[in-house]
C-alpha cells in the first residue's frame, strides 16, 4: 500500500498493512538532522516529506489559511486578526507562536476584512503538497489543513476580549456565522479540486475543560462542523479535526456532526475520563482516533515508559483500523531523540497487520 491507500483504510475502519502515523506539527531541527535532512533550502514542502517519509510519518500537511494580513518586525498578523511572531528553540528551531489577538472590541472586527476562500495561494498549497508527495512517490500522503471555527475566532479577539463578547447573542453569531461560510467554501473548493481529506485546526478546550459551556458549541459551532462534514462526504472528503483540550462535554457532538477523525486526545487533561481507551469502546467504531502518546512522556520520561504505552495503543487500538499512530499534540523541541525513537522503533516493531502486540 502506499500512503494515501494505507491513511484511507484506517480511517474507514479498514486494515491497512500497517498502522499509520501523523504529528500535527514537527519543531524540531535536532530530530530533523539526524535524519540527514536540511530545512534550509527553500520554503517548499519536499524536503519536511522526504524526512516524514524516512520517519514512516505517512499523514503530513499543506497550509491553506492562517496567511500573514499585516507584517510587523519579528512576525505578523493572520488573516483570522491574530498576532503571530517567530521565536528560536534552543536547538534553533524556528517556532510561530500566538501572541494575542488583534481586535480589542466588536467594531475592531467588523472593520477586517473577511479571508476569501476562493484566494488563488489556498489551491496553489494544496497543489504544492500533492506534487510534493508526489516527487517522494506517494509515501506521505498530503492533505491540506485550514484554520476553522473556534479556535480561530477567539485568538483573534484574546481570549479576555473574546469572553465579553459571549454575552451579545448576534455578535457571537455573526464571528461564527463568518467562520463557518468561509470553512464550508473552502472546504468545498478542496474536495473539489481532489482534496480527499482535509484537517481543521480547531482548539475546543484547555487542559481543565471547554472554552464555552457546551450549549454555545451546540448552538454555535456544531451546525456549521455538521454542515462542513455534509459538504465534504458529498464530494467523497474526509474531515480530520485537530482539538486540544478535555473535549469529553462534546466528545459525542463531534462523533454525531460526522467527523472522520479526531486529534490528539490529550492524555495529560485534567479530567481522567477524557481516556483514549474509554472512548474508543464508546465510539471507536464511528471515528478514527489520532494520537495520544504525552509529549510530556517524550520530553522526560523513562525509554520504557514509552514503549510499554505505544505498545498499548497499537495493541488495544489498532485492530480493525481506525487509529492513527501519533503523540498526544506535536513533536517540539523539548522532545529528545532516543525517546522519540523509541515510539517509532516500537511501531515499525508491532504496526504491522495483524496486529500481534505482546503484554
Given at each position: 500500500m502506499n500512503a494515501p491507500e494505507r491513511v484511507l483504510a484506517s480511517i474507514d475502519h479498514i486494515e491497512p498493512d500497517r498502522v499509520p502515523a501523523f504529528e500535527s506539527a514537527f519543531t524540531n531541527n535536532t530530530i530533523i538532522k539526524h535524519y540527514g535532512v536540511n530545512l534550509s533550502g527553500g520554503r517548499g514542502y519536499k524536503n519536511i516529506y522526504k524526512f516524514f517519509s524516512k520517519v514512516g510519518i505517512e499523514l503530513v500537511l499543506s497550509f491553506v489559511s492562517n496567511y500573514p494580513r499585516e507584517m510587523f518586525k519579528g512576525g505578523f498578523v493572520d488573516e483570522y486578526g491574530r498576532v503571530m511572531k517567530y521565536e528560536y528553540a534552543e536547538d534553533k528551531t524556528l517556532i510561530l507562536a500566538y501572541h494575542g489577538g488583534h481586535f480589542k472590541s466588536f467594531e475592531d472586527y467588523e472593520s477586517w476584512e473577511q479571508p476569501d476562500p476562493n484566494l488563488k495561494s489556498r489551491i496553489d498549497q494544496f497543489l504544492s503538497g500533492k506534487t510534493a508527495q508526489k516527487e517522494v512517490e506517494d509515501t506521505v500522503f498530503s492533505i491540506p489543513a485550514s484554520g476553522s471555527l473556534m479556535e480561530c475566532a477567539w485568538e483573534g479577539f484574546g481570549m479576555e476580549t473574546f469572553s465579553r463578547i459571549t454575552g451579545h447573542d448576534k455578535q457571537m453569531k455573526r464571528i461564527f456565522d463568518d467562520r463557518g461560510t468561509f470553512t464550508v467554501e473552502l472546504v468545498k473548493i478542496l474536495a473539489e479540486n481532489d482534496a480527499k481529506m482535509v484537517l481543521l485546526w480547531d482548539d475546543y478546550g484547555f487542559k481543565n475543560g471547554l472554552f464555552m459551556r457546551p450549549s454555545l458549541y451546540r448552538k454555535l459551532i456544531f451546525p456549521w462542523l455538521k454542515q462542513i462534514c455534509n459538504a465534504a462526504h458529498k464530494l467523497d472528503c474526509k474531515i480530520f479535526l485537530h482539538s486540544d483540550g478535555d473535549l469529553l462535554e462534546i466528545f459525542e457532538d463531534i462523533v454525531n456532526c460526522g467527523v472522520d477523525a479526531i486529534h490528539?486526545?490529550?492524555?495529560?487533561?485534567a479530567n481522567p475520563e477524557y481516556d483514549i481507551f474509554k472512548l474508543n469502546e464508546k465510539f471507536g467504531d464511528k471515528i478514527t482516533l489520532v494520537g495520544n502518546l504525552s509529549p510530556v512522556m517524550l520530553a522526560i520520561g523513562e525509554i520504557s515508559e514509552i514503549e510499554?504505552?505505544?505498545?498499548?495503543?497499537?495493541?488495544?487500538?489498532?485492530?480493525?483500523?481506525?487509529?492513527?499512530?501519533?503523540?498526544?499534540?506535536?513533536?517540539?523541541?523539548?522532545?529528545?531523540?532516543?525517546?522519540?525513537?523509541?515510539?517509532?522503533?516500537?511501531?515499525?516493531?508491532?504496526?504491522?497487520?495483524?496486529?500481534?502486540?505482546?503484554?
Open positions: 490528539p486526545i490529550e492524555s495529560t487533561t510499554k504505552y505505544s505498545k498499548k495503543l497499537i495493541r488495544e487500538l489498532a485492530p480493525g483500523g481506525g487509529y492513527i499512530f501519533s503523540s498526544g499534540h506535536s513533536i517540539n523541541p523539548a522532545v529528545t531523540l532516543d525517546r522519540f525513537e523509541a515510539m517509532h522503533n516500537i511501531k515499525r516493531k508491532y504496526g504491522n497487520y495483524p496486529i500481534n502486540v505482546p503484554s
